[in-house]
């Protein structure tokens, strides 16, 4: 049984730092594209970042671009998102996503598996 299982979320003031987690399990860690995800309320879910499955080619969203770091771990099975100089608006539901044939890119309904979700708020 394929699991992913988000941690780190919280709250935290503007300008300051969080990192997600997402741990895999049932699956060939290292086979799998990993990104994240975010969702706030009422709106879409929206791509964040993408890692290879070496970890040697990262892409993020130019919202977060320059903010947000994408790493793993495949010793670990994890995927990680570092979160820095946090906004009001970055305010969302953060998933991670694995992709098994790298076809997924963007598009949220390619990925083939998905966590449960962490919040993370920002106050202003």
């Known amino acids: 049984q394929v699991q992913l299982v988000e941690s780190g979320g919280g709250l935290v003031q503007a300008g300051g730092s969080l990192r997600l987690s997402c741990a895999a399990s049932?699956?060939?860690?290292?086979?799998?594209?990993m990104a994240w995800f975010r969702q706030a309320p009422g709106k879409d879910r929206d791509f964040v970042a993408r890692i290879s499955r070496s970890g040697g080619n990262t892409y993020y969203a130019d919202s977060v671009k320059g903010r947000f770091t994408i790493s793993r771990d495949n010793a670990l099975n994890t995927v990680f998102l570092q979160m820095n100089s946090l906004k009001a608006e970055d305010t969302a539901v953060y998933y991670c996503?694995?992709?098994?044939?790298?076809?997924?890119?963007?598009?949220?309904?390619?990925?083939?598996?998905w966590g449960q979700g962490t919040q993370v708020t920002v106050s202003s």
């Open positions: 996503a694995a992709d098994r044939d790298g076809r997924a890119l963007l598009t949220p309904k390619m990925y083939d598996y």
């Open positions: 049932g699956v060939t860690f290292s086979s799998y594209i």
